[in-house]
């Protein structure tokens, strides 16, 4: 079965950075566009950020450009979250998804 472990969530002062990996496993990953969403305390989840199967394109929501990057391994079945110049309203659950699925997400919380 499909199955998406994130990993690398965490606390982070403003200004800080995290990594975010997603493990993949039980579909063929590499045919696969990969995505990271997040959901906020009290709000609706928000598409993040966008792969596609070869990692040729990348697509990132307005809020995030220049700060978040989106890669993928596909030799290692992964996909990642580089945030940099993490902001309090970046705090949020952090998901993976794709092959219509969902990950159970990662915590970051980003608090001075």
């Known amino acids: 079965q499909v199955q998406l472990v994130e990993s690398g969530g965490g606390l982070v002062q403003p200004g800080g950075s995290l990594r975010l990996s997603c493990a993949a496993s039980g579909f063929t990953f590499r045919r696969n566009t990969m995505r990271w969403y997040r959901q906020a305390p009290g709000k609706e989840r928000e598409l993040v950020a966008t792969?596609?199967?070869?990692?040729?394109?990348?697509n990132y929501r307005d809020s995030v450009k220049g700060r978040f990057t989106i890669s993928r391994d596909n030799a290692k079945n992964t996909v990642y979250l580089q945030m940099n110049s993490l902001k309090l309203e970046d705090t949020a659950v952090y998901y993976c998804?794709?092959?219509?699925?969902w990950g159970k997400g990662t915590l970051v919380t980003v608090s001075s």
């Open positions: 792969i596609t199967s070869a990692g040729g394109s990348t």
């Open positions: 998804q794709g092959m219509d699925s």
